[in-house]
């Protein structure tokens, strides 16, 4: 008759170690989550604070003048969005189909282990050496002119291995019975990866696109190294991504902090304000198209 209270009593001991064990982890993790938040908070916060005041209609919608201390910033918006356009046409299409290959096709062994640890580090090396390598690749060997285009491949083989590891994975994520059993209904290998595979993976591809051009749309070490100029009044028909040099609100901010003696610094502010929006744009249209993608999705199965 002892030994069932003494097993009580132990069961509700561990319980309570649990208890207190869950509880320290969601503390931890809760913990984790404001120090992450918190300064992104803080930071949004002081730049809506300082930049505010610069942005008028003059501001976002006109060009430069008196060597950007006044007008606007007009022409780096646009030749910003060129860029961006241009790195989704160059990357996306090869970043998708690389990690197909990789996910589906690919002979599974040591090199595709060498080739998948090598993209993964590919993903964070620093920027500047993306930059370097862009400049001795189009300027050096290809021998072209520093012009938009340029600094779009270069911005383009920096998203691409961050496009190539998200695709596969979420490739991955895809369970095989899927496969299976569209293979079994006699469907061939590329069709049940064109119509089955990807579209069940599309969430996550498409996050892990808006998330590299977004990265994109905040580098300036690669714009700086293959070459691009501050604010200024340019040809702005989509001839101006061959015949015109870069500007991009990233390298924008960073003149006008590194070089510009008398600029004011609301306008540094509100340049900045600008490129947070830009980013911001794209992290939510991330998020927005994940979760529409996955509710059409599921729509579609029931």
Known sequence: MSAAPRTVMVASG??????????AVFALTFLATVVVIAPIVVVSAYVLREGVSAITLEFLLEGPRRDGREGGIFPVIVLTGYTLVLVVLMAVPVGVASAVFLSE???????????????????????????????ALFLDILGASKALWVVAATLALQALAIIITSARESLLS??????????????????????VTLPQALPGIVTGVLLAISRAAGETAPVLVVGAIIAKNVDLAPSAVV???????????????????GYPEERKWG???????????????ALFLRGRIASIGSVRRN
């Open 14 to 23: 561990r319980e309570r170690r649990n208890a207190l064990l869950q509880s």
């Open 105 to 135: 096709y690919a002979r599974p062994g040591r090199l595709l282990r060498l080739i998948n640890l090598t993209i993964i580090n590919l993903a964070g090396v620093p920027s500047i050496v993306y930059g370097l390598f862009g400049a």
């Open 174 to 195: 895809v369970p095989q019975g899927i496969r299976e059993g569209s293979l079994a209904l006699g469907v061939s290998k590329l069709r049940t990866t064109a119509f």
């Open 243 to 261: 015949n015109e040099r870069a500007q991009s609100l990233s390298f924008e901010l960073y003149g006008r902090i590194v070089q510009g003696i």
């Open 271 to 285: 340049i900045a304000l600008v490129l947070l929006a830009f980013v911001l744009v794209f992290n939510l249209s």
